[in-house]
């Protein structure tokens, strides 16, 4: 390769010296040549002293660009340019160790503690680092922690509800009819931990004085939660408020036409029709019990909502395939299933 390129230049020089009517001659019969050429073979095939040598001519010649044939000048334009970002990449090679590496464990270390404990600094977790016999700067500590956006200037409102869901229940009415054309009233209580259904009853006639009963059913004992959400129904009397201040709950009504406010409730009751009392006609209160009551029992234990993260509101254990097969026990008079795994 280098001859090829010696030859190509000497070849450039002797051309100096002949008579400039011979040069003309000789150009016309090269240019013949290679029109022929690439109107004939396919595309050339360059090797990397050819690339190098039409680098180094267009930096010596400034009329190479009308001279070139074979390729676009935009194409040695992009091979300066490589040449250009590895000779730089040669010059700026690492000639030693250098720092070393920080290793992979610690790395995660050092993210695993940020992440469990969000108040902690470059500092604090340096420190920590120190204790444990890791030699580490601050600076890089500080280089792989998980950068956060600024905290809000106040907690939000999910974080807010996280707080109190387990001290917090819902009352609510919702009507059914019966098979004689009648009106029954169902009353729930919603505990909101884990969307328990705490207490349902049905009656013909809600008024304050049987609600209030209703409450002392729901929490026996020392079980009354901390606050109780309602809305702004006649039902709920001054007995009513009698009783929940006796428990020592502290009553929290919704705006007025707002059942939005109370979401959790309402979804509950949207549950219950849906899946319970619209595949049945009711033929009074006490049949209507007996099916909410039978329905609870498959909605505590075996319906799995995607508010709870897929679980039951009594949790349920996981049954690998080694339990045996899948048996399907049928609920609610076979409206639904439970799925669960039986030896043979």
């Known amino acids: 390769m280098l001859a090829a390129m010696i030859i190509v230049i000497l070849t450039g020089l002797l051309r100096g010296v002949r008579t400039h009517h011979a040069l003309m001659l000789e150009n016309l019969a090269w240019r013949h040549q290679l029109a022929v050429l690439r109107r004939t073979a396919a595309r050339p095939r360059l090797r990397p002293c050819d690339r190098l040598f039409w680098v180094w001519l267009s930096r010596l010649w400034h009329g190479w660009a009308e001279a070139v044939a074979i390729v676009q000048p935009e194409t040695v334009i992009r091979w300066h340019r490589a040449g250009f970002r590895l000779f730089w990449t040669w010059k700026s090679r690492r000639n030693g160790p250098g720092r070393p590496a920080v290793a992979p464990q610690v790395r995660a270390l050092i993210q695993r503690m940020a992440e469990a404990h969000p108040l902690w600094g470059a500092p604090r977790i340096h ?6 016999g890791l030699a580490i700067s601050q600076a890089t500590v500080s280089k792989y922690l998980v950068r956060r956006r600024p905290p809000p200037p106040s907690q939000t409102w999910r974080s807010f509800l996280a707080h109190h869901v387990g001290t917090l229940v819902s009352v609510d009415f919702f009507t059914g009819p019966t098979g004689m054309f009648k009106v029954l009233f169902v009353f729930v ?9 705490v207490h349902v009853n049905v009656t013909e006639a809600p008024t304050a004085q049987w609600t209030a009963p209703q409450l002392g059913e729901a929490f026996p004992w020392d079980t009354a939660p901390r606050s109780l959400l309602r809305d702004r129904d006649a039902v709920y009397g001054a007995g009513f408020s009698c009783r929940v201040n006796a428990l020592g709950i502290h009553e929290v009504t919704i705006a007025p036409r707002a059942p939005w406010q109370n979401p959790s409730g309402e979804r509950l009751i949207g549950t219950l ?72």
């Open 127 to 132: 420190g920590e680092l120190r204790k444990l």
């Open 189 to 197: 209580v919603l505990a909101h931990d884990r969307r328990r259904v």
């Open 273 to 344: 029709r849906r899946e319970c009392l619209d595949h049945g006609v009711g033929l009074n209160d006490t049949h209507r019990r007996h099916v909410l009551h039978a329905y609870l029992a498959y909605y505590h234990g075996a319906r799995t909502p995607l508010a709870l993260d897929k679980d039951a509101p009594e949790p349920r254990r996981v049954e690998p395939p080694d339990r045996g097969q899948i048996v399907a026990t049928p609920m609610v008079g076979g409206l639904h299933h439970r799925y669960s795994r039986r030896a043979a």
